[in-house]
């Protein structure tokens, strides 16, 4: 792999700690790391290489999926980071940390290949993007790469403004947008399931599909996060970027041979096609949901508004769900059911794909006990692929029963989101990154619902904390003679 420089803005902070620094401790257990690789860690505070290089061992410690117990291991790769103290308005800083890059390269003879990723509020991008630019970090002979979360603006507008003043520094094909359920195992296994097996192939449209549900629940609640969620709310957090992604991802219709473009191009073509609601229509094909009281594995926890940092008066959803439809040739007539909460019953990421019953006569003797074929993804946090098929209940004649196959129990030892994200940002592999027209049509798609929640024209439904959401959540399914699966 080319050399790189990891430049780490935001370098002290918790995503750092938690996810990034055991991501890459991991890829280098795994030998996945460049050969010549060096990770300047970027902060306000003052720390010395030593006392950074210590703190990142402790992250290790405390967060990686493999044991990090082997003192030598941990030196050899920690011995890789350096520290530098930056203000990020401050071009002077930028410059003084280009001359020690490049002398780091120089040293390892290495090509100027960086790799900016940005730890940090979505408030900084910009001037981060504009400093690297001014100050000629981002003008070497190498590549540079832009690594960045979301969100990825707050509305279309604000959406649109951002990527503009990115762009003046940044070509799309150097923006790597994370959206982390792109880096699930079983997401990115979606699609290759559907293209090396002609069996699921076969399945994959409107011809034996009824409806497909995916379910992106948490008991967590706001957690200490009360000042960001009051203002982004389920439908911002979660649903216009891992939501719509996963239903992208499941739609998409590839050819056998596919390449990043080819796999961006359809998955903007499925969001294109995507069905747009007017403000009016909102509230026919969407719940919006605020948890109350209630408990979670048998502890009594608060609602939404009695939470630290929330106003009694918040009318910020907790809770979402939505019926959407694909008007294409694959899935005209099949509805999506997406929903998303905090503090619901289960943490789950599932995704269930309910096929039709032609052969089904509502007279029909034979047919007791049968139920609808179920195709489910587990995505998180277990992992797994069931079939859900009928069978002979060979104690009672003339009944049936279903029984669900395990197909695939999920892989051991398998990398975390962040593994597989940061190795192929490392690539430049923009596969499972969020291109910018995905987003925007994303975008797009939620604005009216942002609006409509605003102008309070979809009710704010209570429900009680440990439940699986508002009543008018399964109404939305009932309305089309159909139920969520799994409820329990
Ligand atoms: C984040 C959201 O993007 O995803 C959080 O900001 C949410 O609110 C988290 O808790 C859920 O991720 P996962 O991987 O635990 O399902």
């Known amino acids: ?89 401050h071009v002077d800083d930028y410059e003084k940390l280009l001359n020690r890059i490049e002398q780091r390269e120089a040293e390892l003879q290495a090509a100027p290949n960086r790799l900016f990723y940005l730890s ?43 990527n503009e003043k990115l762009s003046k520094s940044f070509a799309e094909e150097e923006v790597f947008r994370i959206d982390h359920y792109l880096g699930k195992p079983m997401v990115q296994r979606l699609e290759a399931l559907q293209q090396e097996n002609p069996v699921i192939q076969a399945l994959w449209s409107n011809r034996y599909i009824a409806n497909v549900q995916i379910t992106a629940s948490e008991t967590v609640g706001v957690e200490e996060r009360a000042g960001y969620y009051d203002q982004a709310g389920a439908v911002r957090d979660m649903f216009q970027n891992h939501m719509l992604q996963m239903l992208m991802v499941l739609a998409v219709q590839l050819p056998h041979i596919s390449t990043s473009e080819k796999v961006r191009f359809k998955k903007k073509m499925v969001m294109e096609a995507v069905e747009t609601l007017q403000k009016q229509d909102v509230a026919t094909s969407v719940v919006r949901g605020q948890y109350r009281a209630g408990s979670i594995n ?65 007279s029909s003797e034979h047919k007791k006990g049968t139920v609808p074929n179920l195709l489910i993804f587990e995505i998180s946090p277990n992992e797994g692929i069931t079939l859900q098929i009928n069978t002979k209940d060979a104690k009672n004649k003339g009944q049936f029963k279903p029984v669900q196959i395990d197909l695939f129990a999920g892989q051991e030892d398998a990398p975390e989101a962040y593994e597989n994200l940061i190795f192929d940002s490392l690539h430049g592999d923009p596969t499972f990154f969020a291109h ?51 409820d329990t």
């Open 298 to 362: 048998g502890q009594p926890v608060v609602g939404y508004t009695s939470e630290p940092g929330i106003d009694a008066s918040s009318m910020n959803d907790t809770f979402i769900a939505a019926r959407l439809q694909i008007d294409d040739f694959f899935w005209r007539g099949v509805p999506f059911y997406i929903r998303t909460g905090k503090r619901m019953k289960e943490k789950t990421t599932r995704i269930v794909i309910e096929f039709k019953e032609p052969l089904q006569h509502p």
């Open 436 to 486: 910018w027209d995905e987003v925007e049509l994303a975008w797009q798609w939620v604005q009216p619902v942002l609006e409509a929640f605003e102008e309070n024209l979809v009710p704010l439904r209570p429900y009680e904390a440990g439940s699986y959401g508002p009543a008018e959540a399964d109404a939305l399914l009932a309305a089309d003679g159909y139920h969520w699966w799994f």
């Open 1 to 89: 792999m080319e050399a790189t420089t990891f430049v780490l803005f935001g370098a002290t902070g918790d995503l750092a700690k938690r996810k990034i620094y055991p991501a890459l401790y991991n890829l280098f257990l795994d030998g996945k790391l460049p050969q010549s690789f060096t990770v300047f860690g970027l902060g306000r505070r003052t720390l010395t290489d030593e006392t950074f290089q210590a703190n990142v061992e402790q992250s290790l410690r405390d967060f990686s999926r493999r044991e990090a117990s082997d003192e030598l291991l941990i030196k050899r790769f920690s011995s890789a980071f350096r520290y530098n103290v930056l203000d990020i308005g």
């Open 120 to 162: 940090v509020g979505p408030e900084f991008f910009e001037t981060i993007a504009e400093r690297i630019q001014q100050s000629g970090l981002g003008s070497a002979d190498g590549w540079k790469r832009l690594v960045i979360e979301k969100p990825f603006g707050h509305d279309l507008q604000s959406a649109r403004d951002l």
